[in-house]
């Protein structure tokens, strides 16, 4: 396609604070957004040109949508496929195989083991009477999750003795019992696939978890990671070739003595790469803009050797004031109306 001239309007399923970032980004390219989602409230809507507040499966309400932009992009990647097959294809950036990819945690993993990677040992349970077959397979300790729609630690559950799995009950559509890795830290590698193929990475941050949710992106990483990032790339680079990928693509990986392992993909951008949009040369969010809209990729050079990102979790993003007093914070609120528990309100980066 021609890149999208100023003015156009890109689409964005999903309205939470990634869609909030990107509308941004695409607003200083000088274009307009246009929210769909569920909610009648929504922070991206807040900075967008137009808003659809209506269920993902109103037929009537996603054409009307659709006739409105000129692509199509997600902030979120349980977007529902059904409904988008009734779009024209060629709007959608990137296509919605890669939310089918990613919505099936089991069909995620066979995936990347098709297309050559390694994640930890796991197998499908589809019944309550699989699970005690699936524990003595892998063995303990383990991870029992939600094949679909489970994120920042929820539909999880830790299986740390066979006891543990008596009992449990396994929902319709399914879990994935895998293996409980022994690793030194994780690491993402986030890249960009422009419409005709070019793929650009930022650097690889360590990630550090608290109760299943991002808290902590810093770089440098650890040694092992800059020793693992080169083999995690060519497997994330071969999962965007596999799915003619357009646009920011995140791929989750634990780095161990055998090498990287994968852990989960997530097809748009990412919280652990909130740390480029002061931290780089290109945010993740500016070339994701312009990978769908056919424009040339932006450098994702850091610009420092030092750079750390915190998310601002729950009651922590109250304290404004607090986090401006260190000179060298650069502080993103969200916008959201309520700071509960386990719940991401912001984030601040500090560079160098």
Known sequence: MNAL????????????QLGRMLASSAAQLGYRCHIYAPERDSIAAEVSAAFTSAQ???????????????VITYEFENVPVGPLAKLPQDLLAPGPRALEVAQDRVREKRFIEDAGGRPADFVAVDHDSELADAVTRIGVPGILKTRRDGYDGKGQWAITERADAQGVRIPETGCVYEARLNFECEFSVILVRSRD?????????RNRHDDGILAHSELPAPAIVGQQVDKARDMARKVADALNYVGVLTLEFFATSNGPVFNEMAPRVHNSGHWTIEGALTSQFENHIRAICGLPLGATDSLSDRIVMDNLIGEAALDLAGHLSDGRAHVHLYGKSEARPGRKMGHVTRVG
């Open 56 to 70: 993902w499966h109103n037929a009537e309400a996603m054409t009307a949508f659709a006739r409105d932009c000129d």
């Open 5 to 16: 001239p100023p003015g156009s309007t890109i689409g964005i399923l999903g309205g939470g």
């Open 197 to 205: 193929g070019e793929v650009r990475f930022w650097d690889s941050t």
